[in-house]
């Protein structure tokens, strides 16, 4: 699409800002109809409440920047590519006055890894004081499988306040290797059963989890698309732990997120059996 040279002067304007706010471009003599006609193009892309960038990945980052703040807790995560369940069309910033479409972290001087972005650290501790408990914790594990420092996280949780996220942050885990796995590993540890992470068994391999020493679960994401060979060596490892003794459950995403109850209930159920069977050997 051909733009005029208003309408140029207009991406000009943003492009060397980053992003603007609505009212700031109506002041600047461009009118709702030029943004309107930029926008439906898709040259232009409304990444908050009133404020507009050029497309592309960093435009949340220049959101905040047009907002004089910076981007902390899952709108940072999510740049860091710190992975989790739950997704906020909001930005959350450091510091502004309260406006629609944000959610506003009271930081002074927030250490920052980039203008507009605070530090991963940082912004893993902001998520812990900020998300239900649960995603907290995913992204927690996400930021520490991706090489976060748990020293740099508790350097921003400091006194009594912030003790019970401490023991969060000292008691996961780094060995996750999805947020699933996070996900699923709280749910059974809630019940009370022993979870062991990533497991390697003799005669079997590496397997999601162990739950009490005798029941091998294992979880398929979303990404999860077995391919012949992979379906192949699947169903060997299967049959390899069962002649060993072990009991073997499979999960989906939905299984995990969507019927977390009776995901929770068949794994019990499985244990509760192994128990009356012989140990594997």
Known sequence: MDFNEHELALLDRIRSTGAARYRDLLTAGFTQSQIRRLTNAGALERVAHGVYALPGPDFPRRAALAHGTHLTCISALDLFKITGMVQDSRLHVTRMEPADGFVVHRRRSPPLAMPGLVT????????????????????????????VRRSSILAHLPG??????????????????????????????????????????????????????????????????????????????????????????????????????????????????????????
Do not use: W
């Not at 004081?129 to 991706?146: I, N, Q, T, Y």
């Open 160 to 281: 009594p306040t912030n003790g019970r996220l401490r023991t969060m942050v000292l008691s996961a885990s780094a060995e996750a290797g999805s947020a699933l796995e996070t996900v699923g590993r709280l749910l059974l540890r809630e019940k009370g059963l022993q979870v062991e992470v990533q497991k390697q068994i003799s005669g079997v391999g590496r397997v999601d989890f162990l739950v009490e020493g005798r029941v091998i679960v294992e979880l398929d994401g979303y990404e999860f698309h077995a391919d012949k060979e992979q379906f192949q060596r699947d169903r060997e490892r299967t049959n390899a732990a069962q002649l060993a003794g072990y009991t073997c459950l499979r999960f989906t995403y939905a299984d995990v997120i969507h019927r977390p109850e009776a995901f929770t209930r068949s794994v019990r159920e499985a244990v509760r059996r192994a128990r009356a069977l012989r140990a594997p050997r």
């Open 120 to 147: 991963a650290s940082a912004a893993v501790a902001d998520a812990l004081r900020c998300m239900p408990p649960m995603e907290a914790h995913v992204r927690l594990e996400s930021a520490l499988g991706k090489g």
